[in-house]
């Protein structure tokens, strides 16, 4: 066409994904989470309180889970879809206090994000801990440039090329 003075133009839709770049934020009143009782007699399945946290991605990005500590030894459970904390053991004689660390973490590809959360249970009618420290922290930041591995560009597709190649 250029040769014979004509023209033609497309219209290209170029859809972009969520990258994953936010971690979840936990819910503004656990950083004001004081230690939580555990009554007497509770019964294994009880649910205690339920975490909550929320995540500024997209799509299955922003989609949270929720566990323990992989080395956490406590009668306690999360459950991963709810955030919902329960007894998951009865409470052996003479302990009294736990700390639980609590994961929210998202969905994200190739690499999921994740935020800790500590929380502090004891039971009830023993002396109150102290409060937990607010520490509700994520991953370090990664500040390196994104490299694409590979790549050996330009790109180039030819016009009679199929849809959907």
Do not use: C, M
């Not at 972009?16 to 939580?36: C, E, I, L, Y």
């Not at 003479?94 to 959360?117: C, F, I, M, Q, Y």
């Not at 500590?118 to 520490?135: E, I, M, S, W």
Request: a negative charge; hydrophobic letters at 40%.
């Amino acid at each position: 066409l250029a040769g014979f003075g004509g023209q033609s133009s497309i219209v290209v839709t170029i859809s972009v994904k969520d990258s994953n770049d936010h971690s979840p934020v936990w819910a503004a009143k656990w950083s004001r989470q004081g230690p939580v009782a555990v009554p007497n007699g509770t019964t294994v399945g009880t649910i205690l309180l339920k975490v909550d946290a929320v995540d500024l991605d997209s799509g299955e990005n922003a989609r949270i889970g929720y566990k323990l500590s992989s080395d956490s030894q406590v009668p306690f459970a999360v459950n991963f879809e709810t955030g919902e904390v329960s007894l998951s053991a009865p409470l052996k004689a003479g302990d009294n206090e736990w700390s639980v660390a609590v994961w929210a973490v998202d969905a994200g590809r190739p690499l999921p994000r994740s935020t800790v959360l500590n929380l502090v249970f004891y039971r009830n009618g023993t002396k109150v801990p102290a409060k937990p420290k607010p520490v509700i922290g994520a991953e370090p930041v990664n500040k390196h440039e994104p490299v694409f591995e590979d790549f050996h560009g330009p790109v180039e597709i030819e016009e009679d090329v199929a849809i959907g190649t």
